[in-house]
């Protein structure tokens, strides 16, 4: 079920609000069931739809399926329009290569003002998102959208609920669910010990990467923060996808470092939905994602990937099972950030690169 599944495409909040849904990256930490060819956002983890297709249902009363543009490589078109047939063909925007979200953000940007749509509203997320609640969603993308009509840059924040080292945390003070506040200031991903002081403080929020602001008021922060890319988006022009040596040459740079962390007016709204960014295995085990028959004896917090297989778990704990054609992958969950690592050695290897 996709970005068709609305079920009134007229019935929309606003006429000037776009969604823009950056369906890039590799996956890596999933892998192997994620690939190169077959990313994590385009597979079916939950029965219920491909992270891509539910990710644009989401959407549905805040804009209509014709305001949905999506973002990703030139390699994954052809997936891209299969999972959502009614995309319109100009609002597919295809990399030629990867240049991280402030690249892919601002060449979206620039899209829409060259469409007339300058004074417009973008809400920006990621693709690969498990978020529990829609109607939650909704209203805080609503709350942000107001939050954004001064021309502030609007993130929102999720309230955390673990001391989580995977994430970046942004510094707000006190906050209350659903009501914008500034940001104060950006922080890395923290070691353990400096996000249980995150955690016990109660003045920071998880940075979800997703983000509400006016075209020209992102494409503002662009100028001012980053002017050797705004110029080369510029110098983009309407060809889709851009020229390969073109687009290869911008800047490689995250809208974090980029804009967010340098811009004057920044407010975040602290969601009103549970979230997971079910960037690994072990956070994956968090959503239920699980195939295949399981066996448990003596054995706890293990994630199974084995569809039509019997998987026998006997006295284990924290670890992820994962079977693909070609690959067996058991791991524990203190070593998941190091798929990165199994990843390019596979790469590099003649005889298994077809394996990632």
Not at 8 to 21: H, K, L, Q, S, Y
Not at 152 to 179: F, Q
Not at 182 to 208: I, M, Q, S
Not at 239 to 261: A, F, K, R, T
């Amino acid at each position: 079920m996709g970005v068709d599944s609305f079920s009134n495409p007229e019935e929309t909040m606003r006429d000037n609000v776009f969604a823009v849904i950056m369906a890039g990256g590799r996956g890596t930490r999933f892998w192997p069931l994620s690939t190169a060819r077959m990313p994590k956002q385009f597979l079916d983890l939950t029965g219920e739809g491909t992270m891509l297709q539910i990710t644009a249902r989401r959407f549905h009363g805040l804009c209509s399926p014709d305001r949905i543009m999506v973002v990703t490589g030139v390699r994954h078109g052809e997936t891209v329009r299969k999972q959502m047939p009614c995309l319109r063909s100009e609002n597919l925007l295809l990399e030629p290569m990867g240049r991280n979200t402030a690249p892919c953000i601002g060449w979206a940007a620039n899209v829409l003002r060259e469409r007339g749509r300058g004074s417009d509203f973008m809400i920006v997320v990621p693709s690969d998102h498990v978020i529990d609640d829609t109607a939650g969603f909704t209203k805080t993308m609503e709350i942000a959208l107001s939050a954004a009509e001064d021309g502030s840059l609007v993130t929102v924040g999720i309230p955390p609920d673990r001391p989580a080292t995977g994430y970046g945390y942004l510094h707000v003070g006190a906050w209350k669910a659903g009501e914008p506040c500034p940001v104060h200031a950006f922080r890395e991903k923290p070691d353990k010990d400096t996000a249980g002081k995150y955690l016990a403080g109660r003045e920071y929020l998880w940075n979800a990467g997703m983000f509400v602001w006016r075209v020209d008021s992102i494409l503002e922060a662009f100028s001012e923060h980053l002017p050797g890319l705004y110029r080369s988006i510029l110098e983009l022009g309407p060809v889709n996808p851009p020229d390969p040596d073109v687009y290869g040459n911008l800047e490689s740079i995250s809208i974090d470092y980029g804009i967010m962390e340098k811009a004057g007016d920044v407010k975040t709204v602290p969601a009103l939905f549970g979230w997971n960014d079910i960037g690994d295995w072990p956070s994956a085990r968090k959503c239920g994602v699980q195939r295949g028959r399981v066996l448990s004896f003596d054995s706890s917090d293990c994630t199974v990937w084995n569809p039509g297989k019997l998987t026998v778990l006997l006295g284990v704990e924290g670890i992820s099972v994962v079977e693909t054609d070609g690959v067996t992958l058991v791991m524990s969950d203190s070593h998941a950030q190091e798929l990165r690592r199994v990843v390019a050695c596979l790469e590099e290897s003649d005889s298994d690169s077809d394996l990632v």
